[in-house]
């Protein structure tokens, strides 16, 4: 892999595809889902495809747990060893997990420079301002060019999700404003959105069937988005993916967006929102 000047880091919740990880070069720090006795680390020891299979099946909830400042140094020293001379690390909200304060406490024991960026969401809202960093170093650009592409890729950033229920975001604690929601705990599919500005979750809209939670899902979305510029969409599903292949098909043919991805939303993230949460994420660029 060629030696890349200024390192490219993020977590295990960015939901980019490892194909994408691998053009690029980026690197990322795990999460883990803790289960009993075991603490796996996010999309390596536990697969997507494997996690929502034993979370339907094994009737003791898993837990999540963050990377250390520990995790981090290690990245950063191996981004070292490789030649960085800079690092620039984006990680999902800090005010979802203390994974961004974790970076930034490695980044004041590193020996070179580190820029920590709270990505203010989490799954491709990371995501998306990681590629717009990666983009913009294999352009040429240095550290600053990077942070700045990834500021403007979030300025424009819309992401809602359908879950099927609240009960996993409920347990998980990361529920945030949705708490509106929770006097109808098991009779509604809430639509929450994540506010790119306090990194929370917002409500956005309560239905009470899975249908027209979908299409209040898909036009939310895009009533939220200037579509006369160019658009970059990601689908993301919690083991959902001939519904999140059917919302892609539509947005392919409505929308035409110049890039298009779909994913299964990481073990992790996963343990918060459910089997068969669909999200829409993405952002404008002139």
Known sequence: METKRVALITDSTCDIPD???????????????VWGQEALRDRIELTAAEFYRRLQADPEHPSTA??????????????????????????????????YAAARRAGEMCRVPVHCVDAKGPTMSVGWQVLAAA?????????????????????????????????YLHRGGRIGGATAFVGTLLNIKPLVRINHETGL???????????????????????????????????????????????????????????MLINTTSPVLGVHTGPRALALCGYTES
Not at 135 to 154: F, H, T, W, Y
Not at 220 to 237: E, G, N, P, Q, Y
């Open 19 to 33: 194909e994408l990880l691998q053009r690029y070069g980026i690197h990322f720090v795990p999460s883990f889902v």
């Open 66 to 99: 963050q990377p250390t400042p520990e995790d981090f140094l290690e990245a950063y020293e191996a981004a070292q060893a490789e030649g960085a001379e800079e690092i620039v690390v984006i990680t999902v909200s800090s005010g979802m997990s203390g994974t």
């Open 135 to 167: 983009r913009a170093r294999e352009a040429g650009g240095d550290a600053q060019a990077m942070l700045e592409a990834a500021d403007r890729a979030r300025k424009s950033m819309v992401q809602l999700v359908c879950l099927d229920t609240l009960e």
């Open 201 to 259: 979750v917002e409500p956005a809209e309560r239905v009470r069937t899975r249908k027209k939670s979908l299409d209040a899902l898909y036009t939310h979305f895009f009533a939220s988005l200037d579509t006369s510029k160019l658009l970059r969409v990601a689908v993301l599903h919690g083991d959902a993916r001939e519904e999140a292949d059917q919302i892609a098909a539509r947005i392919q043919h409505q929308y035409s967006p110049v890039e």
